[in-house]
Each structure stands twice: as structure tokens, then as C-alpha cells.
């Protein structure tokens, strides 16, 4: 039997122990506060834990599992805003696309994604922002694809 003897590697210890108990469905990403999300960018959350038993979150249908936009602003009372994609937590994790719905973005409100289990169970990334697009034409003029189509 090692003993530990720095408390950084009690610190350590204790994560993994901590980690090693999660017995649901998960996010990884985003986690916290302060994450910014561009309206309309194709990117990714991160989850982990398959959706099946032994985990105490289970799906009836666990490869299709709905994935929320919910208005988390008043963290007590989050309301459902959009379904945004599924997962398919037959798989012990993922990297799942998704795209930012521009029209909720107003630079102010906090945003979650929820995943939505049997039973009313459920799991809620960390919160976010979604910036309010710029009006202005001439900056979406420079996006990516209006340059491909001149040069067409
Ligand atoms: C799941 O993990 C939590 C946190 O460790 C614990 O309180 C709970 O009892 C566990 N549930 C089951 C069914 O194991
Ligand atoms: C988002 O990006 C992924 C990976 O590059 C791609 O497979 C997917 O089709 C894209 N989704 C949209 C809506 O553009
Ligand atoms: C989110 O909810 C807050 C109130 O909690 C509200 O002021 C805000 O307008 C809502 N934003 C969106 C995009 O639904």
C-alpha cells in the first residue's frame, strides 16, 4: 500500500475518485460558465457514459436521444427554446456536431444544452452566450462562402 503524501496528489486522488463515481450520461463540453458560441458556426459538444443500464440514466430509444437548446438564464427555471440534435449513447462517448441557431443569439441570455432521458431524468451542459450577429451587409459579405461564390 503507497501512501500519499502531497496533498496535490490527494487532490489527484480525490478527482478520480470523484469521476469514477458518475453513474448517468454526462457532458464534458461545455462545462462552466463563459463559454461563447458564434450564431450559425458548425461545432461540437462532448459527452460520455453510455445511456444504458448499469448507468441510471437509460434510454428506451438510447441511439437516438434528444439533445435540447434550453434558455438557462435563470438557472431555477430553464425552458425548452429547440431540439438540436440526437446522440446515440449506445456509445461509452462522443463528439457531436451541431450547428448555433443564430436566431436566439442576443449577447445576453444564457444558454444550456439538456439531454433528455426516460423517467424526467436529465443532464445539462455548463452555460453559454450566443452573440447577436452583425447587421451590418458588408461584414457578412466577407463570410467564407459568399467568397467562394465569387469565385464562381
Ligand atoms: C449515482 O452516483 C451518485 C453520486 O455519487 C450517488 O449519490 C447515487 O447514489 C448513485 N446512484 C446509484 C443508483 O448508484
Ligand atoms: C458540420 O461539420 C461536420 C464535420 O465537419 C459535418 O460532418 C457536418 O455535415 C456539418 N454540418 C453542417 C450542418 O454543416
Ligand atoms: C431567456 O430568458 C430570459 C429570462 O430568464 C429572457 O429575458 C430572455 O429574453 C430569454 N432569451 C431567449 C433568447 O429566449
Not at 437516438?64 to 440534435?85: D, G, H, M, P, Q
Amino acid at each position: 500500500m503507497l501512501f500519499i503524501k502531497s496533498s496535490a496528489l490527494a487532490v489527484l486522488a480525490l478527482a478520480a475518485s470523484v469521476s469514477a463515481q458518475m453513474n448517468h450520461t454526462y457532458f464534458t463540453n461545455p462545462v462552466g460558465e463563459g463559454q461563447v458560441y458564434t450564431a450559425g458556426d458548425n461545432t461540437t459538444f462532448s459527452w460520455q457514459l453510455k445511456c444504458v443500464s448499469p448507468n441510471i440514466y437509460i434510454s428506451s430509444n438510447p441511439s437516438k436521444v434528444s439533445v435540447e437548446l434550453v434558455n438557462s438564464t435563470n438557472s431555477n427555471n430553464a425552458y425548452f427554446l429547440a431540439e438540436i440534435t440526437t446522440i446515440d449513447c449506445t456509445q461509452n462517448q462522443g463528439n457531436t456536431n451541431w450547428v448555433i441557431p443564430a436566431k436566439y443569439g442576443d449577447g445576453t441570455s444564457l444558454f444550456s444544452l439538456k439531454m433528455v432521458f426516460d423517467r424526467g431524468n436529465t443532464a445539462y451542459s455548463g452555460r453559454f452566450t450566443i452573440p447577436l450577429l452583425p447587421a451590418n451587409p458588408a461584414v457578412l459579405a466577407l463570410s467564407p462562402l459568399s467568397s467562394l461564390a465569387l469565385l464562381q
